[in-house]
């Protein structure tokens, strides 16, 4: 119940979010002016393995010719983990964002390079005790390209403290205004997997 009033509040507020309305959604046409809301899967692999669900949301914004900001926000959570082949009932919680500020440059038309550096913070509860935070501060470089008139995709390699990372953001526009992105990120540790509904501006 609380994911879908989450999903409901935060739908609501996604057009007031769009703060330039006299900005093109797209650049080179590429998307970068969007926010978005939708579900979030991440599995975590490390000393104990478990899968959390949640929310995400997402917001890009383009603020000159070639460089743009980009956050996100994952809020997920579990009932039971695995550890030593065993099922445990333990509650973790955990929220993730990341800020983000990009570089893009035209390769050709409908693809662009992109370059990003990050800060991202990691915030872990387990059984509703007190909260274990991280922070990283990742650098991506890869390529935005258009692959048909509705249907673009991102593929960039992140590096963070020494560890390698990949990720994949795709996206269909089914109108002017909206549109479905799909995230993939995986590394040594974890995989997250987003689907968000988008609002263009």
């Known amino acids: 119940m609380k994911f879908k009033k989450s999903i409901i509040a935060s739908a609501l507020l996604l057009p ?6 006299d900005s093109s959604s797209k650049t080179n046409g590429l998307t970068y002016n969007y926010v978005g809301i939708g579900y979030a899967n991440i599995m975590i692999d490390t000393t104990y393995r478990a899968t959390l669900h949640g929310t995400s949301i997402e917001g890009s914004k383009l603020v000159t010719e070639n460089f743009y900001v980009f956050g996100n926000y994952f809020s997920t959570s579990t009932d039971t983990i ?3 082949g065993n099922t445990l009932d333990i509650s973790v919680d955990f929220k993730q964002y990341q800020l ?3 570089y893009r440059r035209a390769l050709q038309p409908g693809t662009d390079v992109i370059a990003s550096v990050s800060a991202v913070n990691g915030s ?3 059984n509703s005790g007190s909260n274990t ?3 990283i501060y990742p650098v991506s470089i890869g390529v935005k390209r258009r692959l048909t008139e509705n249907f673009e995709g991102t593929a960039s390699g992140v590096i963070v403290s020494g560890d390698f990372a990949s990720v994949v953001n795709l996206q269909y526009k089914f ?3 909206y ?3 799909g995230y993939f990120r995986h590394d040594p540790n974890s995989t997250i997997y987003a689907l968000n509904v988008r609002y263009l501006f």
């Open 175 to 177: 109108s002017d205004l």
């Open 133 to 135: 935070e991280a922070n």
């Open 100 to 102: 983000s500020a990009g």
């Open 124 to 126: 872990t509860r387990v």
């Open 16 to 21: 007031a979010m769009a703060w330039a309305q």
């Open 179 to 181: 549109a479905i992105g």
């Open 82 to 84: 695995k550890f030593n």
